[in-house]
């Protein structure tokens, strides 16, 4: 999009927007805050080129003017897409000609951090480091954590449900929003800022906002609850055996009398032995070939007495498995050193551009399983196809990368799914753990879904957004008329993976 008319249309952004109407948004948040056309190419793209396909970019600055904004949008007809930080991985914040992107950027105040009910008010541009750093100040946290933190904001978590390494103690972010504020697709403000964790007046609406990507609503201000943080903490990594063995291992950091788990991080053989040679990094005590390795991070009162827990560990995990080997943090530094090796998967993509990457959550128990019976099925449908594996282990979720540069075929890509997906939802599983479904994601969704599911799915949307204004064709395709039927339409790209046999 260059910012030109149409031949003989010089009221015209393009074919799809008149000037009239930017002019109504420039009236609204400004002029400075509404780029077009070649005063988009400097925005930053973040994780997907397609981001700025709109060419229009609107950054208002209160709830008031996103609300502004909408009502100017439901009146034109003219789709939304909501950004944030822009680090998501299924294309949640693409957008075409014909639409705006609205750019949270400058909503970034925290308005609000109270230690005494820790709580803290949020716009949704806040980034999640943001708000780390003003609660470590009362010695609190978010509870919350991911590598992204830098550039994730906290209104795209919730619209997400963001996980991350701490999910399987403090939950996902639906678990830590008490509150909060959205603008609809007609302009109306739905005001929940609750501040309390007791709250039993009526539907819960809130959580119809997290997890919808943006589809139901613009998330613009967040009450976020605060734990205290430990006051000093402790990191370990082991090489391990077996899954079975990275399991036993959390159980034992479970039961720390020393302090609590924070953190429990798998890497496999291959992603491990990727990123320890991307960094440069090696430990005598540990060699490269286990088959798995296991970071976990330990949070209590003394740092001592939690290495001193990791050393017991060490020992009843030797004592199960003698192979087993492990090597405890000894410095700020040697800890970051770890947990880069976790944390910097870039690596990844450098070593296979737009590797295709999926993002499973698998019952703890059936992980085993699961895993035998996707390596050998993945490797029969092309030579040589492997995946490199790593995730939060302590909640199931699994990131599986292709060794393989992206995109694939349609018909490799479609048998992968087929053996990555198959069973998932029958064994109490996700094929969507963390990550959204997105623009990338919404065959899988159609795919595996309860067919009731999907129909309320698309009820909730006609009542919200009767026009299909807000992120459209996100989460659900516009146009669900498959919704209706007994079953989710399983022609052209739209496959049944859940009831597939195996090949």
């Known amino acids: 999009m260059t910012g030109l008319a149409p031949q003989g249309q010089t009221n015209w952004i393009d074919q799809a927007v008149p000037l009239s109407f930017v002019d109504a948004l420039r009236d609204v948040v400004g002029a400075s805050n509404v780029r077009t056309g070649e005063d988009t190419e400097a925005i930053d793209l973040g994780s997907n080129g397609a981001n700025c396909g709109a060419g229009i970019v609107v950054a208002p600055l209160s709830t008031g003017e996103v609300a502004a904004v909408a ?12 950004q944030g930080g822009k680090t998501g991985l299924v294309g949640g914040s693409v957008s075409r000609p014909g639409e705006i992107v609205l750019s949270m950027t400058r909503m970034n105040r925290i308005e609000r951090l109270d230690p005494v009910e820790r ?40 619209s997400t449900n963001a996980g991350g390494v701490m999910a399987f103690r403090n939950g996902v972010m639906r678990h830590r929003v008490l509150g909060l504020e959205a603008v609809l697709a007609d302009g109306s403000v739905y005001s929940d800022l609750t501040r309390v964790v007791k709250n039993s007046a009526g539907y819960d609406l809130k959580h119809l906002f997290i997890g919808a990507e943006g589809t139901l609503g613009i998330v613009t201000r967040v009450v976020v609850k605060l734990d205290p943080s430990p006051l000093a903490s402790a990191t370990a990594l082991f090489g391990l055996p077996s899954v079975e063995a990275a399991l036993r291992t959390i159980r034992l950091a479970l039961e720390s009398e020393a302090g609590h788990l924070r953190a429990a991080e798998a890497m496999w053989t291959s992603y491990f032995g990727l990123a320890a040679a991307a ?8 060699p490269l070939d286990q088959p798995l390795f296991l970071l976990l991070s330990l949070g209590g009162a003394r740092e001592e007495a939690l290495r001193e827990d990791f050393e017991r560990i060490y020992s009843e995990v030797m004592e199960r498995y003698p192979e087993a080997t492990g090597i405890i943090a000894g410095s700020r530094r040697q800890e970051d050193d770890l947990w880069r090796l976790r944390e910097d998967t870039s690596v990844l993509y450098r070593a296979h551009p737009d590797a295709p990457s999926f993002d499973v959550s698998v019952p703890l128990s059936e992980i085993p399983a699961y895993l035998d019976r996707i390596l050998p099925k993945l490797a029969a449908i092309e030579p040589g196809l492997a995946p490199y594996i790593f995730g939060h282990l ?15 075929a349609p018909e490799i890509a479609e048998r992968v799914e087929r053996v990555l997906y198959q069973q998932l939802r029958e064994i109490g ?17 159609l795919a595996t879904a309860d067919p009731t599911k999907l129909a309320v799915m698309e009820q909730v949307k006609r009542v919200l957004d009767d026009q299909s204004i807000m992120n459209p064709d996100k989460v659900l395709p516009r146009d669900a008329w498959f919704v209706r039927s007994s079953r989710p339409s399983h022609s052209g790209s739209f496959k049944n993976v859940s009831n597939l046999t195996d090949e």
Do not use: Y
């Not at 008010?121 to 919350?144: F, M, S």
């Not at 599983?429 to 969704?445: M, Q, Y």
């Open 394 to 408: 302590a909640d199931g979720n699994l990131h599986i990368i292709l060794n393989r540069r992206g995109p694939l």
């Open 119 to 158: 709580v803290a008010v949020v716009d949704a541009g806040v980034t999640l480091e943001a708000l780390q750093e003003a609660a470590r100040e009362h010695r609190l946290e978010p509870g919350i954590d991911l590598a992204a933190r830098g550039s994730a904001t906290i209104g795209g978590m919730v």
């Open 429 to 445: 599983g996700s094929f969507s753990a963390e990550h959204g479904v997105g623009s990338k994601r919404i065959h899988s969704l």
């Open 71 to 82: 009502r100017i949008c439901h009146q034109n007809g003219i789709a939304i897409v909501p």
């Open 279 to 286: 960094h440069g990094w090696s430990e005598p005590g540990v």
